[in-house]
């Protein structure tokens, strides 16, 4: 089975990373739900995935360089506002896993403190959660920190090794864009022994094409359409 990736709640429908997509990724019921984080400037951990607010927002500037208050003045669409992690992840509530994309740098700590806390007080578990990044480099953080946390290594492009890059983060998945994917690289991946979980893929056609290549599981802004 193709495992329907909720990509940031569910975009294709509501404003992304909004509580709004969220909770529309869950009735449409993804069997995982994808966000990205950052930190904004007074050190609250924030659900957005550009550096800059102008895209998704009312407002202009970076997400680093404003404070919460100033981050929760802005329409993010439909007059949902920039949530925080804790509060995504009050809304999901275990309905489904949660994999979390570390944009900002530095965030690591302040998103383990979090998952932490999720699992101490509010009975999660380790395994409901994957951590991605682009940024190996915060990954290998996120491990350092703790091997209990599966880990997802995004790439665009095709690495010189295919998925070596993700067997030497002792990740969990390999997270390939739609137009670097090939057979090939899923089999190499299947036989280290990690899951395959591509993105972003939104036409029927890509679909069809990418399920048709082994993956593990599918982005999408239209979950219900895998």
Same mark, same amino acid.
């Given at each position: ?5 909720? !990509?940031?709640? @569910? +975009? ?10 969220? /909770?529309?990724?869950?009735?449409? /019921? ?7 984080? /950052?930190?904004? #400037? ?35 669409? &439909?007059?949902? &506002?920039?949530?925080?992690? /804790? ?7 275990? &309905? ?50 703790? #091997? ?17 890059? @993700? ?7 390999? !997270?390939? +864009? ?11 991946? !299947? ?6 979980? #591509? ?28």
């Amino acid at each position: 089975m193709v495992l329907r990736i909720g !990509h940031r709640g @569910a +975009s294709g429908y509501e404003p992304e990373n909004t509580l709004l997509s969220f /909770q529309r990724g869950l009735r449409l /019921q993804v069997d995982l739900i994808e966000l990205d984080v /950052q930190v904004c #400037s007074t050190g609250q951990v924030v659900v957005i995935h550009d550096a800059k607010v102008d895209r998704t927002t009312n407002g202009t500037g970076y997400v680093e360089e404003k404070s919460f208050r100033e981050l929760r003045a802005l329409d993010a669409g &439909k007059w949902q &506002k920039i949530p925080t992690l /804790q509060e995504v992840l009050d809304i999901i509530d275990r &309905k489904v896993k949660v994999n979390i994309e570390i944009k900002g740098e530095g965030a690591s700590k302040l998103v383990f403190d979090i998952i932490e806390m999720y699992i101490s007080k509010r009975g999660w578990e380790w395994d409901d959660f994957i951590i991605s990044s682009f940024n190996h480099y915060e990954l290998l953080e996120f491990n350092r920190l703790t #091997s209990k946390v599966k880990i997802g290594a995004i790439i665009a492009g095709i690495p010189i090794g295919y998925a070596e890059c @993700a067997e030497k983060l002792n990740a969990y998945s390999l !997270h390939p +864009s739609k137009e670097f994917i090939n057979k090939i690289m899923v089999d190499d991946a !299947h036989k280290r022994g990690l899951k395959v979980f #591509s993105y972003t893929l939104n036409e029927p056609e890509d679909i069809e094409r990418i399920k048709s290549l082994g993956v593990d599981g599918i982005f999408s802004d239209f979950p219900d359409r895998i």
